[in-house]
């Protein structure tokens, strides 16, 4: 009546994880209240102190948290940390650009842009799986081609 099929289980626990995440609304504690915030409403994560500033598209947050646990908690969403003190969400990436020191700028809709720390310069890797006109992510710049 069912056909086996080729997958196991424990091979589509990361599908299942990450397609509840993709549907879970984030509870927020702010100001002596919890918020249920959609995660593709937050735009970035930044360390202020020793609290952190959630903005949101409606507003911003501050939150006492470390920026390592945010960034774990987030890392199922789709957030990415580029620096020490940054986490953005990669659905709002527009574009990252590469400065002539080699280092990288990240460019979010609406035009924020983040410095990209040398630590955190590998973690650009995770803002898509496809990557046309190039072989992937360069984590440093690449050698000049003799002519």
Avoid: C
């Amino acid at each position: 009546m069912f056909e086996k099929t080729e997958m196991q289980t424990p091979e589509l626990l990361p599908q299942i994880e990450e397609m509840l995440a993709k549907r879970s609304r984030i509870a927020i504690k702010a100001r002596g209240r919890i918020l249920f915030v959609d995660p593709t409403d937050i735009v970035s994560v930044q360390a202020k102190g020793n609290y952190v500033s959630v903005r949101r598209t409606g507003g911003t947050e501050l939150l006492r948290e470390s920026m390592a646990v945010v960034a774990e908690k987030l890392r199922a969403y789709g957030f990415v940390r580029i620096h020490r003190s940054v986490i953005i969400n990669t659905l709002f990436v527009e574009e990252i650009v590469n400065l002539s020191s080699g280092d990288n700028v990240v460019r979010i809709k609406g035009g924020l842009e983040f410095p990209v720390s040398r630590t955190y310069k590998e973690n650009l890797r995770a803002i898509t799986p496809l990557w046309i006109g190039v072989t992937g992510f360069r984590a440093e710049p690449r050698a000049a081609v003799p002519r």
